[in-house]
């Protein structure tokens, strides 16, 4: 009796392991961007068109107009943010939140939802969790999307601003993210000059690039400069000072000296840019 019931127990056994495994209609992704110095994080499961009505007026459509989306397939989509943020210009505490959506013919709502908990099932949809509500515009793309994405796109030169851009069939939708990095860079710069003097190059060249007081950035990228006076990449960027400072002379001094450099070291990047700045004094 005993060895019936271990062979009853294996065979349990086997059928509970030996499960048949097969692709996912809605595949799950994870995509991760850093926005300046903040991390955007989505997690979320991407449905094919397969030929279906996408976005439309009727009922006929898999995802009809002004009605709540979860956003994605299965448990819908999750964005985390590493810091504070603000999403479509309204203020959001760092944490992770549902991404919900109410599609429009030429605008969508897109909310970012705190009961996270909620997933997919919309029908326990509550307002009163809602973090974020913004009304964006729809744009038609020309090439067709089959399979639904997100992400972040068309970051701004200065790292501030970002886009979460929606995209199925042939509609498009962006939201813009901002962040705020000063701050945290600013109390970088101070505690990590104090400990070391290679970091005093950086510290110049984000107050030149922010519009931070010009002659602190003079006196870092004299300091910098000090343990390596021919670095011509250090020698340009403090010839770009000297011309926010109005020294023009001085900026085309500093920018020969790092011109000779550059050209010594075969760097045609940085021979480039010298003769343009030095243009730019004449």
């Keep these: 009796m005993k060895n019936i019931l271990l062979i009853l127990l294996s065979a349990v056994c086997l059928v509970a392991q030996a499960q048949v495994q097969t692709p996912q209609p809605s595949t799950a992704s994870t995509v991760t961007n850093v926005v300046g110095l903040t991390e955007v994080k ?3 499961s991407r449905p094919k068109a397969k030929g279906r009505k996408i976005f439309g007026a009727s009922p006929d459509y898999l995802t009809p107009f002004g009605k709540l ?3 994605a397939a299965n448990n819908g989509s999750k964005i985390t943010f590493s810091d504070d943020v603000k999403f479509g210009g309204v203020d959001v505490p760092k944490g992770t939140y549902l991404l919900l959506s109410i599609p429009g013919a030429t605008e969508w709502t897109v909310i970012l939802y705190k009961d996270v908990a909620m997933g997919g099932n919309t029908e326990a949809y509550d307002a009163k969790n809602d973090q974020a509500r913004v009304i964006v515009k729809a744009e038609k793309l020309t090439e067709k999307v089959e399979t639904f994405t997100l992400e972040i796109a068309d ?3 200065n790292n501030k601003t970002a886009n979460l851009q929606i995209m199925w069939e042939n509609t498009s939708v962006k939201v813009p993210v901002t962040v705020d990095f000063d701050a945290k860079v600013m109390k970088s710069i101070d505690a990590n000059t104090k400990v070391s003097p290679n970091n005093y190059f950086q510290a110049a060249v984000y107050y030149l690039e922010n519009g931070k007081d ?3 950035a003079l006196k870092f990228v004299n300091s910098a400069l000090e343990g390596n006076p021919t670095a011509f990449w ?3 960027q403090k010839a770009r000072i000297q011309k926010g400072l109005n020294d023009k002379a001085g900026a085309l001094a500093t920018s020969k000296v790092s011109l000779e450099e550059s050209i010594k070291a075969k760097n045609v990047d940085y021979q480039k840019m010298n ?5 730019s004094l004449k």
């Design 69 to 71: 989306w979860r956003t």
């Design 155 to 157: 970051f701004a030169e």
């Design 214 to 216: 010009l002659n602190q």
């Design 42 to 44: 989505i997690e979320y």
């Design 275 to 279: 003769e343009e700045l030095q243009k």
């Design 234 to 236: 250090m020698l340009y």
